[in-house]
């Protein structure tokens, strides 16, 4: 591995060192965010979301002038520069990385609230290594992925409705991480938030909208183990819990969100206007994209057990 | 458990298609994605059985062995994440 590294040119270094494969969910997050963006009246390229705010819009972004969108999308990137600095915080690298405090210090600049909260979240992961590694430290460590990683959808894209859930989101996504990785000093504690992940969805979302999770994040969870089998146990709980959530969802739909059901309104209207409906819907589509599905199983399936 | 959640899905979404019970501005993109991850489920499935095919069906349960070091001299792999004492 020391090998392999040395040998690497200095571009596959920094993408090593900054760690630029979380740029994937990080960007998906800033994409979520251009999403929501037409809602609160401004566009990714144009508006500042901030402007409702009054004086304090300069707190949030003092480049006032600048689109909120694409700020956010500069903002993830300079703020890279925190793993090599997590790296020298762990005694990784010997020496204070001077571009990771440079970028670090202008993504302060860019955006000042987002970051720092980012930055507690940071600090909140670190929380089990720096007090002690029990159930509630490990719960304090998922609720700062929640503000690392999620972040700019409650400061830049202002959705406060989805804090809970994504709560519940962030216990479950690191609670199956931290079992699969065996870095969990109570695995029952743990197992019990990943449930209570799958269990609380229909509190907050839509049956289309627990059905799309599903969708998206039971292939994602699994491509761990299609790269290392012995994930595989956990794909496979992950893959039967979320299935059942849907079977269940189909069954209580008419009353979903059931939060709306006991408390009006506490889940506000979201959907922003689609892009390409029309596109989608045409049976022609469907059936092109069934097709090849098909056809990509039957080749798999003969590539892995041709012999 | 991991084939009957795929299948459970095979089933599910084609239903809520078939039946279009749901409402909701984005339902065809989101039966799309359901017909894709079904897709993606069922390969991933063949290349485990393929890539363990002979092996110690163990080996699904056993999750990562844990093997980095807490630094880079150290000589033994770590039994604990980095901790400050």
């Known amino acids: 591995m020391a090998e392999s590294k040395s040998e690497s040119g200095a571009v596959m270094k920094f993408v090593q060192d900054y760690r630029l494969k979380m740029l994937i969910p990080e960007l998906l997050v800033v994409f979520g965010v251009w999403y929501f963006l037409p809602n609160l009246g401004v566009t990714f390229y144009e508006g500042n979301v901030y402007e409702i705010f009054g004086v304090w819009m300069y707190l949030f972004q003092p480049l006032s002038f600048l689109p909120s969108g694409l700020l956010l999308l500069l903002t993830v990137f300079t703020l890279h520069g925190i793993y090599p600095l997590d790296n020298y915080h762990e005694g990784k690298i010997p020496e204070l990385p001077k571009l990771a405090t440079l970028m670090i210090i202008i993504s302060f600049f860019l955006m000042p609230i987002l970051v720092a909260m980012q930055m507690l979240g940071y600090y909140m992961t670190e929380a089990t290594e720096f007090f002690s590694r029990n159930p509630f430290w490990e719960r304090v460590e998922s609720v700062g992925d929640l503000l690392f990683y999620a972040g700019p959808m409650f400061f830049v894209g202002l959705q406060w409705w989805l804090v809970l859930p994504v709560f519940f989101l962030s216990q479950g996504v690191d609670g199956i991480h931290k079992v699969a990785h065996h870095e969990t000093s109570n695995e029952k504690v743990t197992t019990v938030f990943y449930f209570l992940w799958a269990i609380t969805m229909p509190l907050f979302f839509e049956p289309v909208e627990i059905i799309a999770m599903a969708a998206l994040s039971i292939p994602a969870f699994a491509f761990y183990s299609y790269v290392r089998p012995y994930y595989t146990y956990v794909t496979a709980v992950h893959t039967l819990t979320f299935s059942l959530l849907i079977l269940v969802t189909v069954f209580i739909a008419p009353w979903l969100p059931l939060l709306n059901q006991w408390i009006p309104g506490s889940i506000p209207l979201h959907t922003p206007d689609p892009l390409w409906g029309e596109l989608a819907l045409s049976p022609m589509i469907f059936g092109v994209v069934c097709a090849a599905v098909l056809l990509a199983v039957i080749i798999a399936a003969y590539l892995t057990h041709r012999n | ?85």
Do not use: N
């Open chain 2, 1 to 85: 458990m991991l084939l009957a959640g795929i299948l459970i899905q095979a089933i599910i979404y084609p239903l809520v298609w078939l039946l279009g019970i749901f409402a909701h501005d984005y339902f065809a993109e989101v039966i799309l994605i359901c017909i894709g991850s079904v897709g993606v489920q069922a390969i991933g499935f063949f290349v485990i059985m393929g890539r363990t095919r002979g092996m110690d069906p163990a080996i699904y349960g056993q999750g990562r062995p844990f093997q980095h070091k807490l630094r880079e001299e150290d000589e033994d792999l770590a039994t604990r994440k980095p901790t400050f004492d």
